[in-house]
């Protein structure tokens, strides 16, 4: 009985949004022009692995915000060339992120080995 009525729940909800309209409903793609205007949280993920940056080079809009994670056996750190951003000696399955709110070339590198470096390049 607890199903039936969750069941019916959920498309009462799915039919009054319908019935709002494409200008109010949940689904829609944009918001209502009375209403102010949003950005978009986007998140791009970068793998450390096998002592490299993968991938070694993104293209980002701004206000991206990139996470890497380590997936190395070993610690790795990721320090931009300009010292914009900086993470904590990061251990297998951890991560860092750093949202960027300018646009450039941010090239980086892990402090603990140097010669793995990368670029987030941001638009």
């Excluded at 950005?39 to 809009?61: L, R, Y």
């Excluded at 090239?107 to 080995?113: Q, T």
Aim: charged residues 20%.
């Amino acid at each position: 009985m607890m199903k039936t009525r969750t069941w019916m729940f959920g498309v009462a909800i799915l039919l009054a949004a319908i019935a709002a309209g494409p200008s109010q409903s949940i689904l829609a793609a944009t918001p209502p022009a009375n209403s102010s205007p949003e950005v978009a949280v986007k998140e791009v993920a970068v793998k450390i692995d096998n002592f490299s940056f993968s991938p070694a080079t993104i293209t980002v809009p701004l206000g991206t915000t990139v996470r890497w994670t380590n997936r190395d056996d070993i610690p790795h750190t990721v320090v931009s060339d300009d010292k914009t951003f900086k993470s904590k000696a990061l251990d297998t399955d951890e991560d860092f992120t750093y949202t960027f709110t300018k646009p450039g070339t941010y090239g980086y590198f892990c402090s603990i080995h140097p010669k793995m470096t990368a670029k987030v390049v941001v638009q």
